[in-house]
């Protein structure tokens, strides 16, 4: 065991424990996964949530952020001190949008490991054979999926991509903007090459907890309306 798995481990062995005792209940290691990617990836929601909450409020924010920088664009010193009043004034934490993504890194790393190596964090002796079980039409799940699998998370990545470029448009995320975008075609492709070489259960993985992201993303959608109609709603009350 590397010292990265060795740090990841602390991790990925409970996770390694829940993916066994769920293996037990299910009996096929490939409903296993699904499952088991959903149920991590609800429990990461309430994360997930919290970030897209924190960029609405950045788009709401960003119009008096923007006639602060070009008021006092000669004055820095003047302008931090604008800024932590707007902050103030507003209740917004810019920081706060990127602690959701903390947290959930050290989570989705130690998922990477656990699922490349899945029997170096489950000593259980039935795992042994479980991961090589087939799934479909993957004969061995812990051996890679040469075309299939890799191309649908390739797309499903791009899906994703799309719907949170979607849901920042409005807010001016000036250099970002070009590196999102690039990101958009360049990630997708990505993950095809990489899963031509990850065992097909990682693959797996990766598709169905971004089909899940997306679903997420279409409520979160669903929500940023109904928030926007209740502002609009109560402007025209007011």
């Not at 489950?122 to 999926?145: G, N, R, T, Y």
């Not at 971004?210 to 209740?230: D, H, P, S, V, Y």
Request: proline residues 6%.
């Amino acid at each position: 065991m590397t010292t990265y798995e060795r740090i990841m481990s602390v991790i990925a062995e409970p996770m390694g424990w829940l993916l066994s005792l769920l293996y037990d209940f299910i009996g096929s290691y490939g409903i296993t996964l699904i499952v088991f990617t959903l149920l991590v990836r609800g429990l990461l929601f309430p994360l997930y949530a919290a970030q897209i909450k924190s960029s609405s409020r950045m788009k709401d924010v960003q119009p008096k952020m923007q006639a602060i920088q070009k008021k006092y664009a000669n004055d820095k010193e003047t302008m931090n001190i604008k800024m932590m009043e707007l902050y103030k004034e507003e209740k917004f934490n810019p920081m706060k949008g990127c602690l959701p993504m903390l947290i959930q890194m050290p989570i989705i790393l130690a998922l990477f490991v656990l699922l490349r190596n899945p029997t170096t964090f489950m000593p259980d002796a039935k795992m042994l054979m479980a991961v090589h079980e087939a799934f479909f039409w993957i004969p061995d799940l812990s051996q890679p999926d040469p075309w299939v699998l890799p191309i649908l998370a390739g797309v499903a990545t791009f899906f994703s991509f799309s719907l949170t470029q979607a849901m920042s448009m409005g807010a001016d995320m000036g250099s970002t903007a070009g590196m999102m975008k690039m990101m958009k075609y360049f990630f997708p492709v990505m993950i095809v090459w990489m899963g031509r070489s990850f065992p097909a259960g990682l693959t797996l993985y990766w598709f169905i907890g971004t089909l899940f992201m997306i679903c997420q993303t279409f409520g979160m959608n669903k929500w940023k309306a109904k928030q926007e109609r209740k502002k609009q709603f109560v402007k025209s009350n007011a």
